[in-house]
C-alpha cells in the first residue's frame, strides 16, 4: 500500500537546523510532489512547502522562504525537510504528505516531533 | 496572503448531521479537500476534489461547494467521529497551500 515512514524524533538547540526524512513506497515516486506540513501542540495544521520529485522543482510557504529546503533522494524514494535558524516556535511535529496519481495530501507521514529547547 | 475560514466548534447529538464551513474567496477556483484528525494522530483524508470520498472513509461523509463556500456533511454522526476537521486548499495561484484554522467536532 501507499506509504511514507518519517525519521525519529529531534531534540535541537535554537539557532540550530534539523533534517527531517520521508521515504515513500507503494507509487511510483519519480511522478510524485512530496507535501511538508507542521502543526505546533494544540495548533492548526501549517503548511511550509512541497517539491515536485521528477524536476526537483520546490515552492515554500512565505514564512518559511529564507529558512527552508527541500530535497529529494530518486535513489531511496526519499525526500527531505531541513529547516535552519531554529526558535522555540518551531517546536511542533513536521509532517510529509505526497501527492500522486490524482490525489492530493494522500497519505501522510506519521509525523516526526522537533523540539528546540536550550 | 490568502485565508480559508472555518468554525472552531461544531457540536451535533448522536445520530444527527453534522455540517462544517470553509469559505475562501479561491474556492470557486480550486478544490477543496478535507481531513480528520483525532489526538495524537497524523490527518486522514475525507473527502477530496471538493465531493469525492476516498475509499475506506464511511459513506456519511460527503462534500460540497457553492461559490466561496465548501460544506463537510457527516450524516448519521457517530461517536467515533468526534475529532478536529480541517479544510485545504490552494490560493489562485496553485502555487500555495492553505489549510483553515480547523473546526473541532463535539458529538453529544
Redesign the interface.
Known amino acids: 500500500q501507499t506509504q511514507l515512514v518519517q525519521s525519529g524524533p529531534e531534540v535541537k538547540k535554537p539557532g540550530t537546523s534539523v533534517k527531517v526524512s520521508c521515504k515513500a513506497s507503494g507509487f511510483t515516486f519519480i511522478s510524485s510532489t512530496i507535501?511538508w506540513?507542521r502543526q505546533a501542540r494544540g495548533q492548526?495544521?501549517?503548511?511550509i512547502g512541497?517539491i515536485v520529485v521528477g524536476s526537483g522543482d520546490t515552492?515554500y510557504?512565505?514564512r518559511f522562504q529564507e529558512r527552508v529546503t527541500i530535497t529529494r533522494d530518486m535513489s531511496t524514494s526519499t525526500a527531505y525537510m531541513d529547516l535552519s535558524s531554529l526558535r522555540s516556535e518551531d517546536t511542533a511535529v513536521y509532517?510529509c504528505a505526497a501527492d500522486h496519481d490524482?490525489?492530493?495530501?494522500?497519505p501522510?507521514?506519521?509525523?516526526t516531533l522537533v523540539t528546540v529547547s536550550s | 496572503s490568502y485565508e480559508l475560514t472555518q468554525p472552531p466548534s461544531v457540536s451535533v447529538s448522536l445520530g444527527q448531521m453534522a455540517r462544517i464551513t470553509c469559505s475562501g474567496e479561491a474556492l470557486p477556483k480550486k478544490y477543496a479537500y478535507w481531513f480528520q484528525q483525532k489526538p495524537g494522530q497524523f490527518p486522514v483524508q475525507v473527502i477530496y476534489k471538493d465531493s469525492e470520498r476516498p475509499s475506506g472513509i464511511p459513506e456519511r461523509f460527503s462534500g460540497s461547494s457553492s461559490g466561496t463556500i465548501v460544506t463537510l456533511t457527516i450524516s448519521g454522526v457517530q461517536a467515533e467521529d468526534e475529532a478536529d476537521y480541517y479544510c485545504l486548499s490552494a490560493d489562485g495561484s496553485g502555487s500555495y497551500w492553505v489549510f483553515g484554522g480547523g473546526t473541532r467536532l463535539t458529538v453529544l
Open positions: 507535501q506540513v492548526r495544521l501549517e503548511w512541497w515552492t510557504a512565505q509532517y490524482d490525489r492530493k495530501f494522500d501522510w507521514g506519521q509525523g
